[in-house]
């Protein structure tokens, strides 16, 4: 097959950015002349990708803001259908985004166009009758963790576990010295790292509840100091407010530098969310928390289908971590579960050995898996 071919890449987020980037550069290793087009972000563009729409125009959240863009996505939708039939590539791969890419990859896999999705949707834990319509929709299905793969497996999809990008930029070992020198913070001592979310709502519910924990567990070791870096200016502001009501506890706010306070961290206290890969890869024993309201938590807890919320769970496939929810989240019960990895170390140790473990299953070189992968089907008659 000739070097000169056309690949049709969309994604919707700026992690997708990320990796439909890194996934381009690998390609170029297989395809040195390839063209690329579709949908992409500013690193995307900086490689020389054609995108007819600004990737931001697919970055909605939230229940009501797709329904208003509602007519938007599906007049891109089909400009993009239209386009890509009209104009076959050798394959069409949707990275993350699977409300909107995995109906258009159905679309072009219908009409003989190879298609791939690059990050698996959650639908191992729920909604998992939509594996149905992933398995029409999809040539081969890449994922990032290796349960996933599983998953597929299990139902006869073509998949390949790739690894994380994550591991591959994160070292194996973390200097915790150097992280606390960078932040200014003192090489000695006990160090709690509050991290409650990048969500307005979830600052709104957790932040007050993590300052508390603070409290408590300061109750307990007068000598331990704790840091919360904000996740943007607008969380920042918002913590400022918060903690108002603390000025008289070391609990240190910061704008930004997550990665460096778990890195600087001996315990780590935080929202459930992709930031407990980040932990678990910085080998950090951790406190996983999360509220949200009522119903939304007992409609969830209907639908979701694994016994575990957190990332180091699921990997592990076992109660790794606690996982205190909901109403099960109070001061006491998360303020007794950081304390314990100061009352028990070797436990702490052993936690941070197993987290090594996992960080070198997922270091697995992601991005030039998944191109590889990708070029083996485009070579497939």
Not at 42 to 60: C, N
Not at 160 to 187: M, S, T
């Amino acid at each position: 097959m000739s070097d000169h071919i056309h690949i049709g890449i969309v994604v919707g987020e700026a992690s997708g950015d990320i990796l439909g980037a890194a996934l381009m550069q690998e390609l170029r290793r297989h395809f040195p002349t390839a063209e690329f087009s579709g949908i992409g972000g500013p690193r995307m563009l900086a490689q020389g990708f054609h995108s007819y729409f600004p990737q931001d125009r697919l970055a909605v959240m939230g229940l009501v803001e797709p329904l208003k863009r509602l007519p938007e996505l599906l007049r891109i939708r089909k400009f993009l259908r239209e386009h890509f039939i009209a104009n076959p590539p050798a394959v069409f791969i949707g990275v993350d985004s699977p409300d909107f890419t995995i109906p258009l990859e159905a679309s072009l896999k219908e009409k003989g166009i190879k298609t791939v999705h690059y990050v698996s949707p959650s639908v191992w834990a729920w909604r998992q009758k939509r594996i149905i319509k992933i398995a029409r929709a999809v040539d081969l299905m890449l994922t990032l963790l290796p349960f996933e793969a599983k998953f597929y497996q299990e139902h006869n999809v073509p998949v390949e576990f790739v690894g994380h990008h994550l591991a591959d930029e994160i070292p194996l070992h973390v200097d915790k010295i150097a992280a606390r020198k960078l932040l200014g913070l003192p090489e000695e001592g006990r160090i709690v790292a509050l991290l409650p979310g990048s969500r307005a709502s979830e600052v709104e519910r957790m932040g007050e509840l993590f300052m508390r924990t603070a409290v408590y567990c300061l109750e307990q070791d007068p000598s331990l100091q704790f840091i919360i870096p904000a996740a943007s200016p607008d969380r920042y502001r918002q913590l400022h407010i918060e903690l108002n009501e603390f000025v008289d506890f070391p609990i240190e706010l910061m704008n930004g530098h997550s990665h460096e306070a778990i890195a600087a961290a001996d315990v780590v206290l935080l929202a459930s969310g992709t930031v407990t890969l980040e932990a678990l890869l910085l080998k950090k024993p951790m406190v996983v928390a999360y509220k949200m309201a009522p119903l939304t938590f007992k409609i969830l807890s209907w639908l979701v289908k694994t016994p575990w919320v957190s990332l180091p769970n699921l990997l592990a496939q076992k109660m790794l971590v606690p996982e205190l929810l909901q109403n099960n989240a109070t001061p006491e019960t998360l303020s007794a579960a950081v304390m314990n990895y100061f009352e028990n170390p070797d436990e702490a140790q052993a936690l941070s050995q197993t987290f090594a473990q996992m960080h070198i299953e997922l270091k697995r070189d992601a991005s030039a898996r998944a191109a590889d992968a990708v070029a083996r089907l485009i070579k497939q008659q």
